[in-house]
C-alpha cells in the first residue's frame, strides 16, 4: 500500500515509499502485549465459570462477560491506530495501519473467534496441566474462597480440652491384614 501507492489519496500520502526496516519488530513487540491483554480478559473469566462448576456453557458464559472489554479495548486501540494513518507523519503512518490491521484481525479474528471455538473443541482438556508442573504452580485464591471458608470455622465452638470417652470403640478386623 505505502510501497506501491495504493490509496495515496485516503491516507494523505504524498509520495510511495520504501517499507520501514524496523516494521516487524515494533509490530510483534505491540501487538503480543495487546494480544496477551485479550487473551488475560477472556480466558480468565473462561476459567473462572468452569472452576465455579458451570462444565457445560464455561466457554460460552465467559465469552459474554468479558467480551465486552476486548471489543471496547480492541476498538479505541484500532481507532487511536487508524487516526494516525491521515493524520501521521511518513514514517508512522506504516506503522500506524499495520498496527490498526493486527489489532483488528488479532482481537476479533483470533482472540474472538478462534481461541473460543478451540476451547470449545478441547472440552476440559483445555486446562489440562502436567502432573510436573501443576504440583509446582502456586494455589491462588483470587477470590478469597479459602479465606471465607477459613472465616465460616471461626464461629464453630472451640474444644475446652475436654476428650470424648467412647467404650467398645474398635477397628480390628477392619484395615487389610489386621487380624
Do not use: C
Not at 7 to 25: A, Y
Not at 46 to 74: C, I, L, P, Q
Amino acid at each position: 500500500m505505502f510501497n506501491l501507492g495504493w490509496f495515496k489519496e485516503v491516507i494523505n500520502l504524498h509520495e510511495t515509499q520504501p517499507v520501514i526496516s524496523f516494521l516487524p519488530i515494533i509490530l510483534m513487540g505491540i501487538l503480543f502485549g495487546l494480544a496477551m491483554d485479550y487473551e488475560v480478559f477472556l480466558v480468565s473469566r473462561m476459567r473462572e465459570e468452569y472452576v465455579h462448576g458451570n462444565t457445560t456453557t464455561w466457554v460460552e458464559d465467559g465469552f459474554v462477560h468479558s467480551a465486552k472489554v476486548v471489543v471496547a479495548a480492541a476498538v479505541i486501540m484500532f481507532a487511536v491506530f487508524a487516526f494516525f494513518v491521515p493524520a501521521g507523519e511518513g514514517l508512522i503512518k506504516p506503522i500506524a495501519f499495520s498496527l490498526a490491521v493486527g489489532v483488528a484481525l488479532d482481537a476479533f479474528l483470533i482472540r474472538m473467534t478462534l481461541g473460543p471455538a478451540v476451547m470449545k473443541l478441547l472440552g476440559a482438556r483445555s486446562w489440562w496441566l502436567p502432573r510436573w508442573i501443576e504440583r509446582r504452580l502456586p494455589v491462588m485464591d483470587v477470590e478469597g474462597e479459602t479465606l471465607a471458608h477459613q472465616l465460616s470455622l471461626a464461629d464453630w465452638p472451640a474444644a475446652d480440652g475436654q476428650l470424648v470417652h467412647a467404650e467398645g470403640l474398635s477397628a480390628a478386623g477392619q484395615f487389610e491384614g489386621s487380624t
